[in-house]
């Protein structure tokens, strides 16, 4: 009994505010007016590890005061970013994913300037063709023997190479379709 009457005692402990990931991290007591807080929340660790490793935590507050308070989310988003960045390429950073999309993108003009040109040749193969078969649909229609490979009165003039008559041609033939 005893011991449920100290339990009734004891008023229980409230937490109304819950450490952001920066303080969490930093194993600093989280005040309510904590700059960090509204920018780290306590389930977004991951980012403000990789933000405190880049830039510090000292600085990133810093950073974050210098910005007027309308603009400071959209700071935080970029100063998440290029630590995110400069994890993947200590080098170049961000910088190095800009160059690599501003490559992509010419190469990909060139691709464009390219399938333009192979579409301008194709257009005017196309229209070449239509005159052609315009020109073919205009013309009077001409036997086969009015061609001047052939000699006068059908003969063919070299020979007579190909002389034979349709009608007769044999049917019966030893190769098979």
């Not at 603009?71 to 993947?88: H, S």
């Not at 196309?126 to 000699?151: A, C, E, T, W, Y």
Request: net charge neutral.
């Amino acid at each position: 009994m005893e011991t449920s009457t100290m339990a009734a005692q004891v008023p229980p402990r409230v937490r109304t505010h819950q450490p952001c990931a920066a303080c969490r991290m930093l194993r600093r007591r989280c005040d309510r007016d904590c700059i960090l807080a509204p920018y780290f929340p306590s389930y977004e660790a991951e980012k403000f590890a990789g933000v405190h490793k880049v830039f510090g935590a000292s600085n990133v507050i810093r950073m974050i005061q210098m910005v007027e308070e309308s603009r400071r989310e959209d700071a935080v988003k970029a100063i998440i970013y290029e630590a995110t960045a400069r994890l993947r390429d200590p080098v170049y950073g961000s910088a190095g994913a800009i160059f690599h999309l501003q490559k992509m993108i010419q190469d990909l003009k060139t691709q464009l300037d390219s399938i333009r040109t192979q579409t301008l040749v194709l257009q005017e193969q196309r229209d070449q063709l239509l005159g052609i078969l315009k020109n073919v649909h205009h013309m009077d229609p001409l036997s086969p023997m009015d061609f001047p490979m052939f000699g006068a009165a059908g003969s063919l003039s070299n020979g007579d190479i190909l002389r034979y008559d349709p009608s007769t041609f044999p049917l019966d033939c030893d190769w098979t379709w």
